[in-house]
């Protein structure tokens, strides 16, 4: 409530919006969005649920960024993948062992039926990997270019168990092509945990 009497009281600025992007088997209820908002409190954290289409996924993707003109996008896995394609050059984007071939991943974790780890808004539980599927990302990798940010990086684990030390290195390759910094750490594996955020958190606070 404003004060009537304080003549110095001001009203508070907004913060700037950040948008975090989960991973494939995840969801917008994941625990990585709570870790960055406490860790990085000084902005309004959004987490949109994205499908498996990378299609569709990036569409809803490039409205919200249009929408709340995000200072700061972060992407774990497939999300770091999506976060590389957003069409926001204004913000900063910090992908986490992006899976830059996702096609290799959805193989990797075999065909079928598969749980998620968070609930999702519709209440599915599970999802299916198929050809056709794997085909979308294929298509979707061919059509699309990354756009970097006003300052993009890129974070890898030394021991991803899921994308594999040497496709992660392939990665690392592509995007310092495109002039991301890269960071690599042993302090997590694939999924983005406390030690990852923190990696996070200290790279933002280094000035390039």
Partial sequence: MKNENNIYWQEPKPKPYALYIHGFASSAK???KSSLGQK?????WLAPEITH???ESLGILNEWAA??????????SM???LAAYVNCPT????VINPSLDMERTLRKRGYG???????????ETEFIIDEPMIHRFIDFRLEHTIINGQRSIALFSTDDELIGKEYSKRHAVTLEALNWEIIWSSKFGHRCNDQAVKEIVKTLKTQV
């Fill in 30 to 32: 994941s625990g990585t």
């Fill in 40 to 44: 990085l409190d000084e902005y309004e």
């Fill in 53 to 55: 289409d990378p299609y």
């Fill in 67 to 76: 929408a709340f003109q995000p200072a700061l996008i972060v992407g774990t």
């Fill in 79 to 81: 999300g770091g993948m």
């Fill in 91 to 94: 913000a900063v984007k910090i």
């Fill in 113 to 123: 039926k598969h749980p998620y780890l968070q609930p999702r808004e519709n209440g």
